[in-house]
Every structure is written in C-alpha cells, then in structure tokens.
C-alpha cells in the first residue's frame, strides 16, 4: 500500500519561503508524477505542480516564478520551495501520487497546515 | 487555463436518495476528468478517473458520465459515509484544474 507523509514547518514568516517533504513508502517512485496541491482553510483545491521521478517539473503559471519542486528518489521524498510567501499562501498542502502515463491523483498524504504569520 | 463549473455548489439529501453532481469544463477535455470525495480533515479519495472508471475498492453505487466537456458523478444509494464534499479534477491540460466542490449534506 502506497503512502505519503508530508512534514515541515507549520509556521512560516511573510516573505521567507515555504518548505515541506514527502516520504513516500509502500512502492518504487519510479514512473510517477509526484505533485503537491493546496487548500486554503475552508476553501478548494488548487494544484501546485509536479516533478516527474526522472526530474522534469510543471508549474503552475500562478506560482511558477515562486515554486521549485524537486526529488530524491534514493531517498524515496520529494520536496515543495514556495518563496516569498504572504498570508495568501496559508493552507493545508498535500503530496500526491500521480499514476503512471496520466498523472491522475491515486494517493495523497494527509495533508499538513501551513500558516503564514509574524 | 481551463475553467471547471461544477454545481451545484450544495445540496441536502437523504440516505437512500439518488444524488447527481455536474461539471462542466471550459473546452474539450475528452475524458480526462477525475472525481474525488473529502471528508473534513482527510485528504481527498479517488473515485473515478478517465470519467467513467471505478478506482479500485470505490463502491459500485458511484459512476460517472460524460465526455468533452459535460460530466456527471451519480450516486446511486447515498450512504451515511457518503456525506461529504465532491471535487472534480481535470488533467488534459496544464495547469490542472479543479471544480469549486459540491458538499452534499444530510437532509
């Protein structure tokens, strides 16, 4: 059985940069797209991008000059940098697997809160 | 960007009822559309991709329609653990896009 962790800090400054990881478990990273989405508290779902396990990324064009995605396939974790952030970018992020050949979201971590705030 | 209209946007039901949730993509999007379900506090679940496709371990009383840019999510017998809010997902084009959700309520 697939499974994703998202961990990393729940608390981060306006104007400093967002990171969080996923580890992945339960299956090779290897022929999947790796994504991360958001929700802001009490609102809809927004795709961030994602990192093919060969290395090659898609961005979202509303976050893509603050996004870099990126993946370590020996160490089965893939990681989301959303720089400059300002409360606008306070939600709950998910990791995310997309299947082989369609990228359609077969399995999500729980999802962690990430608030932005001095 | 490709637009997805999902509606409506709530509604109340009972269990046993039949309940129809509708999206409608901005441009063709051939049978690219995913269904998911979210419970409060919980990731979204997969339950149909490719349109029409159960995913595995989904019961049989969800199916989905449509092809181009109208679809539908039906559920047959709605179920206590059914309440929840829908979301469907396009990924034909970048950059993904989601529908707005639709939560279904408790009559």
């Known amino acids: 059985q697939v499974q994703l962790q998202e961990s990393g800090p729940g608390l981060v400054k306006p104007s400093e940069t967002l990171s969080l990881t996923c580890n992945v478990s339960?299956?090779?990273?290897?022929?999947?797209?790796w994504s991360w989405i958001r929700q802001p508290p009490g609102k809809g779902l927004e795709w961030i991008g994602y990192?093919?396990?060969?290395?090659?990324?898609n961005y979202n064009p509303s976050l893509k000059s603050r996004v870099t995605i990126s993946v370590d396939t020996s160490k089965k974790q893939f990681s989301l940098k959303l720089s400059s952030v300002t409360a606008a970018d306070t939600a709950v992020y998910f990791c995310?697997?997309?299947?082989?050949?369609?990228?359609?979201?077969?399995?999500w971590g729980q999802g962690t809160l990430v608030t932005v705030s001095s | 960007a490709i637009r997805i209209t999902q509606s409506p946007s709530s509604l109340s039901a009972s269990t046993g009822d039949r309940v129809t949730i509708t999206c409608r993509a901005s441009q063709g999007i051939s049978s690219y559309l995913a269904w998911f379900q979210q419970k409060p506090g919980k990731a979204p679940k997969l339950l149909i991709y490719a349109a029409s496709t159960l995913q595995s371990g989904v019961p049989s009383r969800f199916s989905g329609s449509g092809s181009g840019t109208d679809f539908t999510l039906t559920i047959s017998c709605l179920q206590s653990e059914d309440f929840a809010t829908y979301y469907c997902?396009?990924?034909?084009?970048?950059?993904?896009?989601f529908g707005q959700g639709t939560k279904v309520e408790i009559k």
């Open positions: 339960g299956d090779s990273m290897n022929s999947y797209y």
């Open positions: 997902q396009q990924y034909y084009d970048y950059p993904r896009t």
């Open positions: 995310a697997r997309g299947a082989a050949g369609t990228d359609r979201l077969d399995y």
């Open positions: 990192i093919y396990y060969s290395g090659s990324t």
